[in-house]
């Protein structure tokens, strides 16, 4: 006998919609919503990848990586064909300056570098200690300000606080580090920390136009100058200086030489 009244269920066949219970409008209503919600999103994201994969690739008349600007040659490099290029990427007479690395033929003295490359704007000093067949670090040192009227004692000055930060680099890895590893850098330390003159500056970056550049490429003393594209801020390169002993490739030499012990005294 079939349910009446007040109690009775209603029987619904599978083609019938739900109806909605009392109090469940509002659900219904977001339901209907999401999909449109979700649509807004999905337009918002596509707009995003746009713009975000827009900067990255840059403007038409913008270099097409944000990526640093390399001031050095290519592992792998071969030297000659390098170093045959590097005129080409000075700027034009007349345009402004750029970062240039100014790379040494062999480690010299800051003193004579202070010398050389006030006139240039000198912003990073790259300081090596040379060993015969051991590979000793690179170290890129920032000049510091100072105070001082004369370019070149003020360079000078520059290239000495620079070198006390070398050397307190070194002793730092002389304490992290073991073994031969550990030998080298304290011999660096050594020579980068004593009072006497050290032959160890390999490169110097410096902000120079094409008469400064090429006033620099014709010294004795240098090796490569190698410049940045018009525009590039000196913080926006990556330093790679050719090794002196990189007569044919750019590519690692050999660190099967003895170290010796680290020198004493003046």
Same mark, same amino acid.
């Given at each position: 006998?079939?349910?009446?009244?007040?109690?009775?269920?209603?029987?619904?066949?599978?083609?019938?919609?739900?109806?909605? *219970?009392?109090?469940?409008? #509002?659900?219904? *209503?977001?339901?209907?919503?999401?999909?449109?919600?979700?649509?807004?999103?999905?337009? $918002?994201?596509?707009?995003?990848?746009?713009?975000?994969?827009?900067? !990255?690739?840059?403007?038409?008349?913008?270099?097409?990586?944000?990526? +640093?600007?390399?001031?050095?040659?290519?592992?792998?490099? @071969?030297?000659?064909?390098? !170093?045959?290029? !590097? @005129?080409?990427?000075?700027?034009?007479?007349?345009?402004?300056?750029?970062?240039?690395?100014?790379?040494?033929?062999?480690?010299?003295?800051?003193? +004579?570098?202070?010398?050389?490359?006030?006139?240039?704007?000198?912003?990073?000093?790259?300081?090596?200690?040379?060993?015969?067949?051991?590979?000793?670090?690179?170290?890129?040192?920032?000049?510091? +300000?100072?105070?001082?009227?004369?370019?070149?004692?003020?360079?000078?000055?520059? $290239?000495?606080?620079?070198?006390?930060?070398?050397?307190?680099?070194?002793?730092?890895?002389?304490?992290?580090?073991?073994?031969?590893?550990?030998?080298?850098?304290?011999?660096?330390?050594?020579?980068?920390?004593?009072?006497?003159?050290?032959?160890?500056?390999?490169?110097?970056?410096?902000?120079?136009?094409?008469?400064?550049?090429?006033?620099?490429?014709?010294?004795?003393?240098?090796?490569?100058?190698?410049? +940045?594209?018009?525009?590039?801020? @000196?913080?926006?390169?990556?330093?790679?200086?050719?090794?002196?002993?990189?007569?044919?490739?750019? *590519?690692?030499? #050999?660190?099967?030489? @003895?170290?010796?012990?680290?020198?004493?005294?003046?």
């Amino acid at each position: 006998m079939a349910e009446r009244g007040p109690a009775a269920r209603s029987v619904r066949t599978a083609g019938d919609p739900v109806p909605a *219970a009392p109090g469940d409008e #509002p659900t219904v *209503a977001r339901r209907r919503i999401w999909p449109a919600v979700l649509c807004v999103l999905l337009v $918002l994201l596509a707009v995003a990848w746009v713009s975000g994969r827009q900067s !990255l690739l840059g403007a038409p008349d913008r270099p097409a990586s944000l990526d +640093a600007v390399r001031l050095g040659p290519d592992p792998g490099a @071969p030297v000659a064909d390098y !170093l045959a290029g !590097l @005129p080409a990427r000075w700027p034009a007479p007349g345009a402004p300056a750029v970062p240039a690395l100014v790379q040494f033929g062999t480690e010299q003295d800051p003193g +004579a570098v202070a010398r050389l490359v006030a006139p240039a704007g000198p912003v990073t000093v790259v300081f090596r200690v040379p060993l015969p067949r051991v590979q000793t670090a690179l170290r890129f040192e920032p000049l510091p +300000a100072v105070d001082l009227a004369d370019p070149v004692a003020g360079t000078a000055r520059r $290239l000495a606080l620079a070198r006390q930060s070398a050397a307190r680099d070194a002793s730092t890895e002389v304490v992290r580090l073991t073994g031969r590893p550990a030998s080298v850098a304290r011999y660096e330390a050594a020579v980068l920390g004593s009072p006497t003159p050290c032959r160890c500056v390999l490169a110097v970056l410096v902000v120079g136009d094409r008469a400064r550049l090429s006033a620099l490429a014709g010294q004795s003393e240098v090796r490569a100058v190698d410049a +940045a594209p018009e525009g590039t801020p @000196p913080t926006g390169v990556a330093l790679a200086p050719l090794l002196p002993e990189q007569t044919t490739l750019a *590519a690692a030499m #050999p660190d099967d030489g @003895p170290v010796p012990n680290p020198p004493t005294g003046p």
